[in-house]
């Protein structure tokens, strides 16, 4: 069993930065990948990015590419999530998210833990 507790979210402007923090419960966090979604209100939950169990492999999706930045501290059972130059549109609720492998990691049924979330809001 994990459980996961995101921090970090906030108002901040466009062009900013914000970085979410996610902690893990449980002896096996560095055996799991560990992921971010988002949903926006009204919207679908999308795939943010993911992270291997071991941080050698990520995927991120085309729209946070260049901006934000995964890693992970599997000493400190944590994950992060460092965001820049943040728009708008990246508003939402953003929840972390932990599976075992590493395959099909778009669908958000092929995960196995998630967070309460955490909210993002970014101001034009």
């Known amino acids: 069993q994990v459980q996961l507790v995101e921090s970090g979210g906030g108002l901040v402007q466009a062009g900013g930065s914000l970085r979410l923090s996610c902690a893990a419960s449980g002896r096996t966090f560095s055996s799991y990948a560990m992921g971010w979604f988002r949903q926006a209100p009204g919207k679908e939950r999308e795939f943010v990015v993911l992270?291997?169990?071991?941080?050698?492999?990520?995927n991120y999706a085309d729209s946070v590419k260049g901006r934000f930045t995964i890693s992970r501290d599997n000493a400190k059972n944590t994950v992060y999530l460092q965001m820049n130059s943040l728009k708008p549109e990246d508003t939402a609720v953003y929840y972390c998210t932990a599976k075992r492998g590493y395959g099909d990691y778009y669908t958000t049924t092929s995960y196995d833990y998630w967070g309460q979330g955490t909210q993002v809001t970014v101001s034009s």
């Open positions: 992270i291997s169990w071991s941080g050698g492999r990520t």
